[in-house]
């Protein structure tokens, strides 16, 4: 079975960063895609961004230019560095994987989630 760990949520000051780091493990086979999601208190889960096994990298609109994804070259570990943080970026992030098992049977799963608060 695969897991994912999220890690580096905290508190932080508006205008401040912080650097979240995402960890699978398990019987993989190969990764293809990992994402981050937010989801803030009483709203809807959100896209943050995507990075998939060529590195092509996708983020939503309301990060694009303050948020960079980057991993190592099997997706084993993505990093999201958050810059110029703003009170509307406080919430739980949540890692996403896809891929394949060991025995060649696709997963998809999620994290469980670290929170991110940005203070004014």
């Known amino acids: 079975q695969v897991q994912l760990v999220e890690s580096g949520g905290g508190l932080v000051q508006t205008g401040g960063s912080l650097s979240l780091a995402c960890e699978a493990s398990?019987?993989?086979?190969?990764?293809?895609?990992m994402g981050w999601y937010r989801q803030a208190p009483g709203k809807q889960r959100e896209l943050v961004a995507t990075?998939?096994?060529?590195?092509?990298?996708n983020y939503g609109d309301s990060v694009k230019g303050r948020f960079d994804i980057s991993g190592d070259s099997a997706l084993s570990t993505v990093f999201l560095q958050m810059n110029n943080l703003k009170p509307e970026d406080t919430a739980v992030y949540y890692c996403?994987?896809?891929?394949?098992?060991?025995?060649?049977?696709?997963?998809?799963?999620w994290g469980q989630g670290t929170l991110v608060t940005v203070s004014s």
């Open positions: 990075i998939n096994a060529g590195h092509s990298i």
């Open positions: 996403n994987a896809a891929g394949y098992y060991s025995d060649r049977r696709h997963f998809e799963l």
């Open positions: 398990g019987s993989i086979f190969r990764i293809v895609a």
